[in-house]
């Protein structure tokens, strides 16, 4: 039981590359998030799903896109990388009780030079 | 709207002293949730604790020990005896019944020092 997974762990893109960043679970969590962190901020909430084949905007949504094709997996993506956007993005996830704890990925560290 | 505060930026203190991590969750809400989270050095995010607004009994495990305040709304969190593998920084959180947005305080970096 592997938990929440992400890949990559690092990576370092040029202003306007493209790419994306996956996260899988093997908990059968129905709510999926993506979250970044950036210095004396804490975590803000990027995207999230609430299941398979849904996705909706968080408090930070501009410049990425989710997917949630497969139940265990949830995709961000960044279509043109800009400097603001180098952070450290953290996955989550949580069954569907009330209150119910979110668990969190290792992180990617992303850089947009 | 909610926020969570955690007033303490950095704490400092030596091995096997008890240190305590303040935080305070303002919402209008009656129902809600609080996390406490660890962050090592190694960059990881773990989970710590939940605790619901309507219930106020402490608790502890092993050296952790937290207290609910909801007359307060203040969620401490207190390590006693201390020991270096406790350095990390400490984000406390809260969520309102129904919402997915957990929202989190900025962090208090705790160092222990041998």
């Known amino acids: 039981n592997a938990g929440v997974t992400q890949t990559p762990k690092f990576r370092v893109l040029k202003t306007g590359q493209s790419m994306t960043l996956l996260c899988a679970q093997d908990m059968n969590h129905e709510y999926m998030y993506w979250y970044r962190q950036d210095p004396g901020m804490g975590l803000r909430l990027i995207h999230y799903s609430v299941g398979e084949g849904t996705t909706a905007k968080g408090e930070v949504p501009d410049g990425y896109n989710v997917s949630r094709l497969k139940k265990q997996n949830f995709l961000l993506g960044l279509e043109s990388a800009a400097p603001s956007q180098t952070s450290v993005y953290f996955c989550?996830?949580?069954?569907?009780?009330?209150?119910?704890?979110?668990?969190f990925g290792p992180g990617t560290r992303l850089t947009v030079l | 709207a909610q926020k969570v505060t955690q007033a303490q930026t950095e704490i400092s203190v030596v091995e096997k002293e008890d240190v305590t991590l303040d935080c305070v969750y303002e919402?209008?809400?009656?129902?809600?949730?609080l996390f406490w989270y660890k962050q090592p050095p190694s960059g990881e995010l773990v989970f710590l604790i939940r605790r619901n607004s309507f219930d106020e009994q402490n608790e502890i495990s092993g050296r952790y020990s937290w207290n609910f305040q909801k007359s307060t709304s203040s969620f401490n969190f207190t390590i006693t005896a201390s020991q270096v593998v406790d350095s990390a920084v400490y984000f406390c959180a809260g969520l309102k019944a129904g919402a997915q947005k957990l929202v989190f305080g900025q962090g208090t970096r705790l160092t222990i020092n041998p």
């Open positions: 919402t209008r809400d009656t129902t809600y949730y």
């Open positions: 989550a996830s949580r069954p569907t009780g009330g209150g119910d704890t979110q668990y």
